[in-house]
């Protein structure tokens, strides 16, 4: 009898054992669910004029999946998508729809004749061949560009010898930045160089290249 109770107690334990395989399989499944549902966050630029040779940026709060236009070439970047044109003339009424979450949005432009002027600089923290500039001064505040117009793009410090300087570089909206990072302080009596390439919606490029030179210590 006591032979029987073990066997029992035995074929018990390994049916419990494999019950609890089964349900961590479950599990498994549960954690491999769909993705969830994008939906529209914004688009750059948003309404108004938009060149007929220009570009939109229109971002998702998840990745949306296939992206379809009524009117452009899309390419794809995480939860981004690019639509390139041409565009044709007049009201533009342009329709997107997207797989996850079936979703639809529509984006009202008046498209015009083609861009096919580059930004400009219009201003900013030092000018090109600037002297005396107080190094105190950029390693405080930083550096600033400002453009004629909206640009992606790089921008980076160098020596005048081309070695990057090692400051975080951004380039959004109308203007670029350079902040310092701690330990790359720049120092008196030396030529630096600001120097990257920036593009509007319309793909033209400039080619920047700032060079100023920090005062002497006093």
Not at 168 to 188: F, Q, Y
Request: glycine content about 12%; aromatic content about 6%.
């Amino acid at each position: 009898m006591a032979k029987l109770l073990r066997t029992f107690a035995l074929v018990f334990a390994a049916l419990f054992a494999l019950s609890l395989i089964v349900g961590c399989g479950g599990d498994d499944d549960d954690d491999d669910g769909e993705a969830a549902a994008a939906a529209f966050q914004s688009a750059t630029p948003a309404s108004g004029d938009l060149a007929s040779n220009g570009t939109i940026s229109v971002s998702f709060d998840n990745d949306p999946g296939d992206v379809t236009v009524s009117v452009g070439t899309i390419t794809t970047s995480g939860k981004t998508r690019t639509i390139s044109g041409p565009f044709p003339e007049g009201a533009l009424a342009l329709a997107l729809s997207w797989t996850n979450g079936d979703g639809s949005h529509t984006l009202n432009y008046t498209v015009t004749a083609p861009d096919n002027t580059a930004p400009t600089v219009t201003g900013g923290t030092v000018e090109d061949g600037e002297e005396d500039v107080d190094p105190a001064d950029i390693n405080d505040g930083g550096i600033e560009i400002t453009f004629s117009e909206e640009v992606t793009g790089n921008i980076a410090l160098q020596t005048e010898g081309g070695d990057n300087v090692g400051w975080l570089g951004d380039v959004s909206g109308m203007a670029a930045t350079l902040e310092l990072v701690a330990g790359k302080e720049i120092g008196n009596e030396t030529t630096y160089v600001i120097k990257g390439t920036v593009s509007d919606a319309a793909g033209n490029e400039l080619a920047v290249e700032i060079t100023f030179t920090t005062a002497a210590k006093e």
